[in-house]
């Protein structure tokens, strides 16, 4: 197992290079750059095209394309992740004050999304055909159907807006610091995200356990006289889990990457409202350090789901 681990820790390191010329040749490609938003469109009237060249070559934009990446690149290798053209703040300094918001948001929706998601997909396909069943499948048709951003707002209305028991948005008020004083604030957002997962995860725990009920070492344990609990769980449900491990470990850097929506509505202060202010602002060091970061934690979770799919089934090796 340590060979294949290390085999495709290796393996990432192209990858990593390959999409990161991507994602620089399609930030190039893109209209505009820094320079155009920093400035005020009134302030950038009066200013002389030498003046706007002078601030091009402080940025180092002046130069080729390939000589922008190789700087970055090189630099990046070094440890040195830049600072942000906007702000002049240190890429890594951004990313560190960010990402524990993101995690924490991400970490909460997964938890509860795989645990109401496997429980009611398990029940429902114990009890396929019943109501329960019909109720859960409409359920998660409806989960997955409707926009993120939808039930967010509709979250907001209720449950601060009218009721007021929760805050509107935001991670922290002013004078608290710990876990339990942002845990309010945390409710909404999270509630909302793992809302849009328990769906998902509930249709594929349901598809994979009845997948699982229809094997022949099933009908071995219950001509055997095994309790009925005991077949589900510790033989049906265990081969049922290992499709799941491989959806629910990729969900996490889908969620670091893909709070995006959920992060602007509710206004948490993560890496995703981050990512769409340095996409907004043409601020190409900060874009490609959330990039990396996104796509680092997919080839991460890659490389734990396949460890982790060897360890729940027996059948499965690693070479």
């Known amino acids: 197992m340590l060979t294949f681990i290390a085999r495709r820790l290796l393996i990432t390191i192209p990858m990593l290079l390959v999409i ?3 994602v620089y040749l ?3 490609m893109t ?3 820094a320079v155009s938003h920093m400035i005020d469109p009134e302030a950038a009237a009066r200013m002389s095209d030498e003046q706007f060249a002078a601030m ?3 940025l180092g934009l002046n130069k080729s394309f390939l000589e922008r990446y190789g700087i970055w690149l090189v630099n990046v290798l070094q440890g ?3 600072h942000s053209l906007s702000g002049g703040v240190a890429i890594s300094t951004i990313v560190l004050d960010r990402l524990p918001a993101t995690l924490e948001l991400a970490i909460f929706a997964l938890f509860f ?7 009611l997909g398990t029940i429902s396909a114990l009890r396929r055909g019943s109501a329960t069943d019909s109720a859960l499948t409409v359920i998660g048709m409806l989960g997955v159907s409707i926009p993120e951003f939808f039930f967010g707002l509709v979250a907001i209305l209720i449950f601060a807006l009218n009721l007021g028991w929760l805050p509107v948005g935001g991670r922290l008020l002013p004078g608290y610091e710990t876990f339990i004083d942002r845990l309010p604030h945390i409710v909404l957002p999270g509630l909302v995200m793992s809302l849009m997962m328990t769906a998902g995860v509930m249709r594929y725990s349901r598809s994979a356990m ?3 009920l229809s094997r022949e070492f099933i009908r071995t344990a219950r001509s055997k006289g095994l309790p009925e609990w005991r077949i589900h769980l510790i033989h049906g449900f265990r081969v049922a889990l290992t499709p799941v491990v491989v959806l629910i470990g990729f969900r996490l850097p889908t969620l670091i990457g893909g709070s995006v929506i959920i992060e602007k509505v509710f206004q948490w202060p993560g890496v995703g409202n981050e990512f769409i202010q340095a996409v907004r602002g043409s601020d190409y060091p900060l874009v490609m350090m959330i990039a990396l970061l996104s796509v680092f934690a997919v080839l991460m979770a890659s490389l734990i789901v396949d460890v982790l799919t060897a360890l729940i089934d027996p059948r499965v090796r690693l070479n």
């Open 20 to 22: 990161s010329f991507l």
């Open 26 to 28: 399609g930030l190039e």
């Open 31 to 33: 209209p505009g750059d």
């Open 56 to 58: 091009r070559e402080a």
């Open 80 to 82: 040195n992740f830049g």
């Open 113 to 119: 999304s795989t645990l109401f998601g496997c429980v």
């Open 210 to 212: 009845l997948d699982s």
